[in-house]
């Protein structure tokens, strides 16, 4: 089972947004995946509810999410996913602890990175892989990235923190997919939101298999 935590102390910095839009990625028939939505404000909860998708299940506002997640593998559940609040409550370092992977959007801003720190903090406590995500990117340019990018990559790899090659850039159609309960690629597949998401997600499946095989060789079923 995959269990992918999105944390940020930052607010704003993408959680929400990354989760649905990889949710919908993730989510097809042999694919059944649940979304835990364990932020009050209940943003993908909403937009689940517009959407109304079999294979995608929902559940918010989790107590207990090591159970929540037990229950998941038992209903079938091969794929989780779980947006937290902009904080580092016990919600957070709950859901951190259940993670195969933690992934953290960050906006690229110094106030953003110095937020980031606090998460990371966390995920290493628990010894959980995680990466940083670049969201709401100014366009790159050619392949060039814009400079306040490169700044950000480069502050992230002096703080040590992994952080995706790519970008999400700042684009209307990650915000208007939503609205209508849809994923980037259904809301127009041809779009270069979908295009980023789809690179994310080929990512994310590489990170994910070095993690299974690294937990394997090492003879342990923690992501089992
Ligand atoms: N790549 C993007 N392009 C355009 N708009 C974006 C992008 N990423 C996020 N946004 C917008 O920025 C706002 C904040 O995003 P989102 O709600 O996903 O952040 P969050 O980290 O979940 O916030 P919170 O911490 O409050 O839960 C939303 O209005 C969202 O539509
Ligand atoms: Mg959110």
Do not use: C
Not at 6 to 18: E, H, I, M, N, P
Not at 105 to 120: E, K, M, N
Not at 199 to 223: D, F, M, P, V
């Amino acid at each position: 089972m995959n269990v992918l935590v999105f944390a940020s102390r930052k607010g704003g910095s993408g959680k929400s947004t990354l989760a649905a839009h990889l949710a919908s990625y993730i989510a097809n028939p042999s694919r059944p995946t649940l979304l835990i939505d364990n932020d009050p404000q209940g943003s993908l909860s909403l937009w689940h509810k517009i959407r109304n998708q079999e294979y995608l299940g929902l559940k918010h506002n989790v107590r207990n999410i090591e159970d929540a997640i037990k229950q998941a593998k038992r209903d079938g559940y091969e794929w989780v996913l779980v947006d937290t609040p902009p904080n580092k409550s016990a919600i957070v370092a709950e859901a951190i602890k259940q993670a195969t992977l933690v992934i953290v959007p960050t906006r690229a801003s110094l106030f953003d990175i110095a937020a980031l720190q606090d998460t990371v903090a966390i995920a290493r406590e628990h010894r959980k892989p995680y990466a940083a995500v670049i969201n709401a990117a100014p366009a790159k340019h050619g392949d060039t990235e814009a400079h306040v990018v490169a700044d950000a990559r480069g502050a992230l790899n002096a703080l040590q923190v992994p952080v995706w090659a790519g970008q999400i850039t700042h684009r209307p159609e990650l915000t208007l997919s939503l609205a209508t309960g849809e994923g980037a690629r259904e809301y127009d597949a041809n779009s270069q939101g979908a295009d980023e998401i789809g690179r994310l997600w080929t990512a994310l499946e590489r990170s994910l298999n070095a993690i299974h095989n690294t937990y394997k060789k090492a003879g342990s079923s923690r992501a089992a």
